[in-house]
């Protein structure tokens, strides 16, 4: 990754686009329908989700058309495409300590990876529909996922089976993300007309009053392109909330930086990237 303390995004228009957090600018493209070995165009080169290595080296990329391409961050070239999903590819995550990968999409389906090899080392089948988004427990041994019909299953990572009595199983789990919208920790942020579309905790507590406990903080974009900042766990629904409408349309994901101060999110409709910084 870039010396400078970065962000990066990924679009239908084939771009990943990596943006400074102190200038505010972009400062690197890399063109998929142009750079990639295949040249290609349509859905195989709209990009709608990334996630980078632990360590920054590498970054996994998913595609509408339910391909992943693996990008060498020092090379800047792909090293890796490969094709098991045939939906569009909604969510990415690496285990805390790198070594596999979990990639869900809209064929339901939810396939795991060692990596660096790309070997498959399960698929995960019980949803319903879409799988919209997953966490990672901690330990790396469990996966929990969200589904566009309101599921929240939960899994085995080592076996790839579906945990039925995951709700009291992993009900003192550690997750090392917090983006399903459903969920004990995030209950308080629904309520009467809000739909939250995507949401994520700080990994780190912060206090911002000389007296006052240390807290993490839970972001919540909503399909009205209003962003909310509350305590975290938010289990109450009378939870109080900094509110801020940032999009014009639906925000489709929202995520906290290195450095919890910094929330960026990005709309949908309005096609746009915003960061947002706090104290």
């Known amino acids: 990754m870039p010396d400078d303390i970065s962000f990066v995004t990924t679009a239908d228009d084939a771009t990943l686009r990596i943006w400074s957090l102190s200038s505010r600018k972009q400062i690197r493209t890399f063109r998929f329908d142009t750079e990639m070995k295949e040249k290609t165009k349509g859905d195989a080169v709209s990009a709608r989700a990334v996630a980078a290595s632990p360590r920054g080296e590498h970054l996994i990329i998913g595609f509408k058309d339910g391909s992943l391409a693996i990008l060498n961050m020092d090379k800047w070239e792909i090293t890796q495409q490969i094709k098991d999903s045939t939906g569009c590819i909604s969510d990415i995550k690496?285990?805390?300590?790198?070594?596999?990968?979990?990639?869900?999409?809209?064929?339901t389906l939810i396939q795991v990876y060692e990596f660096p090899s790309m070997a498959k080392k399960a698929t995960l089948k019980g949803h319903s529909s879409i799988v919209k988004h997953l966490d990672w427990a901690t330990n790396s041994t469990a996966i929990r996922s969200e589904s566009g019909e309101a599921e929240l299953l939960f899994w085995n990572a080592e076996t790839g089976e579906e945990v039925k009595t995951g709700a009291i199983d992993y009900r003192a789990e550690a997750w090392a993300t917090s983006n399903c919208t459903i969920g004990w920790g995030v209950q308080g942020m629904w309520r009467q007309g809000v739909r939250s579309s995507a949401c994520d905790r700080s990994s780190m507590a912060m206090n911002c009053l000389v007296g006052v406990a240390e807290y993490q903080l839970l972001a919540a974009g909503d399909d009205f392109g209003i962003l909310r900042l509350y305590r975290y766990p938010c289990i109450s629904k009378d939870a109080k909330a900094i509110t801020q409408q940032v999009h014009a349309s639906q925000i489709t994901n929202v995520k906290f930086g290195i450095e919890t101060k910094y929330v960026f999110t990005t709309g949908g409709e309005d096609r746009s990237v915003c960061q947002w910084k706090f104290k």
């Open 94 to 107: 690496f285990t805390p300590d790198g070594q596999h990968i979990a990639v869900a999409s809209h064929d």
